[in-house]
């Protein structure tokens, strides 16, 4: 199993506790993430200015892994969905292709439409799957509780996504959590939006929507919120601060990558998984994961 | 706020239309379910997918391009999955804001972001100092050097909004 590995412009700077999750596990699994130097940004900030700069840029990503002939996998929901839906247009209509194939001569590159797109938490779900990750469990978090956050461009919109889950009622995070040994509890407004789309729009609004779940989360108690997408993560972890200091409201709920807790109960050390860069420190986890004694 | 007829540009509707994801437009019939699902709405009144729908069709373009809602969208498509006539609601709020960059109106934070891509070619910049905190965690390092294909993919396709930023400055 061989993947071109797009990191994107959050992870690599904002998540590296995430990345780094991802590179080990996907060692120890077997599965083989080629880092290619040229990728850049997939385009998803230019879509709301210009849907055809969004289109060029996600191509010339798509372009230099078929050239390598090699599938993408991402950590971020955004950068899925941009480049997915890039695809899929210019896929399925070949005047799309030809026309973006125009442009892309202007840069030296052409696309055939030979490459898939996935998350890798998909990649995991679907290519990998929930019984071959099940082998590799040796230490069950069967101690846990932790919430699954999809984010909304992993699973929508569902023009794109439709054979893998359900839009409103999905399944593939929580069976990816229950693997651990962990419980994903179920909880209300479940596929909420963390805001991240206009934080720098309007703040407050965005806050607003972030700290509905967390307010949410915290009356359940939970040892974890599950993300796999590093803008949710800034939303609802580097930001939770400020939604405590602006709703006057003591929240402290841990934010933990998925990767990371799939390490644990794959044997990896909480130190490996890089859970001392998380902002909203999972105490009980660092404290039962740790090689430090 | 009443509608002067005078005022409206019929014309609107076709210029939104031509965008992509614009097209299923008029095939809105107003049920509301957009407004219902949307979690913006439930916080701030402002943003009501329903009503940017009607005003677009109605002809209202400045009121529509020059308010702060139609930024507002955070693309969780939630509407556009409810939507019993397929408008593409989430695609048809990104048309109308291409038409807003077409018409030079655009949000600060989206220069913001285009200047930051312009720079690095990616939205944060990868120096020295990333690169040593990512090799001291076992990270590979990254190209730190602006990527020539992506620069000029920006000059083709946004340089306005570049030169915006410049004017600005």
Redo the contacts between chains.
């Keep these: 199993m061989k993947y071109a590995f797009f990191l994107g412009c959050t992870v690599p700077v904002r998540a590296q506790n995430y990345e780094l999750s991802a590179r080990k596990v996907s060692e120890k699994l077997g599965i083989e993430l080629i880092d290619i130097p040229e990728f850049r940004c997939c385009g998803y900030p230019v879509k709301s200015v210009d849907f055809r700069a969004h289109l060029v840029m996600s191509t010339m990503n798509l372009a230099l892994a078929e050239k390598k002939g090699l599938n993408i996998t991402t950590l971020c929901n955004a950068c899925s969905v941009t480049m997915i839906e890039a695809n899929e247009e210019i896929k399925h209509n070949s005047n799309l292709l030809n026309e973006v194939n125009k442009e892309l001569k202007k840069y030296d590159l052409e696309y055939n439409g030979n490459v898939e797109v996935k998350h890798f938490a998909r990649v995991l779900y679907e290519d990998y799957g929930i019984e071959n990750i099940k082998k590799y469990i040796t230490r069950p978090l069967d101690k846990y509780r932790f919430a699954a956050h999809y984010g909304c461009h992993f699973i929508r919109p569902s023009v794109v996504y439709s054979e893998f889950d359900d839009p409103e009622f999905p399944v593939s995070l929580d069976r990816l959590i229950e693997v651990t040994g962990a419980v994903s509890v179920d909880y209300p407004d479940k596929q909420l939006c963390c805001g991240g789309g206009i934080l720098g729009i309007k703040e407050d609004v965005a806050l607003a929507l972030s700290h509905k779940k967390l307010a949410i989360l915290k009356d359940i108690g939970i040892d974890g919120l599950i993300s796999i997408c590093p803008f949710c993560s800034v939303m609802y972890e580097s930001n939770q601060k400020k939604i405590e200091k602006t709703y006057e409201e003591e929240l402290g709920i841990p934010v933990i990558y998925y990767t990371q807790i799939l390490g644990l109960a794959m044997g990896f050390s909480s130190e490996d998984m890089g859970l001392k860069l998380n902002r909203v420190k999972a105490k009980k986890l660092i404290e039962a994961f740790t090689n430090e004694k | 706020m009443p509608i002067n007829i005078k005022e409206l540009n019929t014309k609107f509707k076709y210029e939104v239309m031509k ?3 614009g097209e299923n437009l008029l095939k809105c019939f107003g049920c509301g379910t957009c407004t219902a699902s949307c ?2 709405r439930e ?2 009144e402002q943003f009501n997918p329903r009503k940017i729908i009607r005003m677009t069709i109605l002809g209202m373009k400045e009121v529509v391009l020059k308010s ?1 809602f139609v ?8 509407c ?2 409810r939507c019993p006539q397929d408008v593409m609601i ?2 048809l709020m ?2 109308i ?2 038409v807003a ?1 077409k018409e030079g109106i ?2 600060p ?2 220069i ?3 200047d930051a ?1 312009n720079q690095f ?6 120096g020295e100092f ?1 690169n040593k ?2 090799s001291k ?4 390092t ?2 730190t050097k602006k ?1 020539e ?2 620069v ?3 000059n ?3 340089a306005d ?1 570049l030169n915006k930023d410049e004017g600005e400055e």
């Design positions: 965008e992509p994801g979690p913006v916080i701030d702060d930024w507002l969208c955070t693309a969780c498509y939630m556009q999955e989430t695609e990104n048309a804001k291409n960059v655009v949000h934070s989206y913001a972001q285009v891509l070619s990616r939205l944060y910049e990868i990333e905190k990512r965690l076992g990270l590979p990254l190209e990527n294909t992506f000029k993919i920006m083709d396709y946004v909004l």
